[in-house]
């Protein structure tokens, strides 16, 4: 079966400071994996994502994210973050030929000035 | 171009009431999904649609829910009875078609609560 772990429930970063959220999933066969990100209020939006190729991944709004496979670990990154970051953040897990993406039970990132 | 659109954005509704949400997805998308998100909780699968095939019911939580969907437009989430543990966010969303690295398109939910 496969799973998302997002270890950190809550993390406060200073306006600024650089972030890392981890997350490891279980997945039998090569992962399909994702970050979204959810504002209060709304639904999921797609920060980046990885398939195959390169392991450093960039996306939108200046994150990107590691895929060690040693590590079956998938964590994102930003060098500085913006009070507009505030969120909460979910890495989810599929894979070729399944089609159900299995989420973490997400990070929330509280920004303080 | 339209997101995926959810309606109503929120809902009260008594318990023992049938409550039904709807999901526009995005024009073209083959594939819908049906997600419950309970207070401070990840994401929950619960439906899957692609197409004119047989949809995915694995993540129905009890006989009380069913969706359905016609051909690749409108959904429809039903919940009959409803139960206080079944207050939470309803989540539906879309993706281009069934490969597994097409992105999911979210809309921003129905927020139902039962009382």
């Known amino acids: 079966a496969q799973s998302v772990t997002q270890p950190d429930i809550h993390i406060t970063v200073s306006e600024g400071a650089s972030l890392e959220l981890r997350c490891n999933y279980s997945?039998?066969?090569?992962?399909?994996l994702f970050w979204y990100v959810q504002s209060p209020g709304q639904g999921l939006q797609l920060l980046l994502k990885?398939?195959?190729?390169?392991?450093l991944v960039q996306g939108i709004k200046g994150f990107e994210a590691e895929f060690k496979r040693s590590q079956s670990s998938f964590n994102l990154r930003k060098p500085s973050v913006h009070w507009s970051d505030a969120a909460e953040y979910f890495c989810?897990?599929?894979?070729?030929?399944?089609?159900?993406?299995?989420f973490g039970t997400g990070t929330r990132l509280t920004i303080i000035p | 171009g339209a997101g995926v659109s959810q309606s109503p954005s929120n809902k009260v509704t008594e318990k023992g009431k049938d409550v039904e949400l709807r999901c526009d997805p995005i024009?073209?998308?083959?594939?819908l999904y049906w997600y419950r998100q309970r207070l401070g909780q990840g994401l929950e699968f619960l439906i899957y649609?692609?197409?004119?095939?047989?949809?995915?019911k694995s993540g129905l939580p009890s006989d009380r829910f069913s969706a359905e969907r016609t051909g690749e437009s409108v959904s429809t989430l039903t919940i009959q009875r409803t139960q206080q543990e079944d207050s939470a966010v309803y989540l539906c969303?879309?993706?281009?078609?069934?490969?597994?690295?097409?992105?999911?398109?979210f809309g921003n939910g129905t927020r139902l609560t039962v009382t």
């Open positions: 024009s073209g998308h083959t594939a």
């Open positions: 969303a879309s993706r281009l078609d069934r490969a597994a690295n097409s992105p999911l398109h």
């Open positions: 997945y039998g066969a090569t992962p399909y």
């Open positions: 989810a897990v599929g894979g070729f030929g399944n089609e159900k993406l299995t």
């Open positions: 649609f692609q197409g004119n095939s047989a949809p995915d």
């Open positions: 990885y398939f195959s190729g390169d392991t």
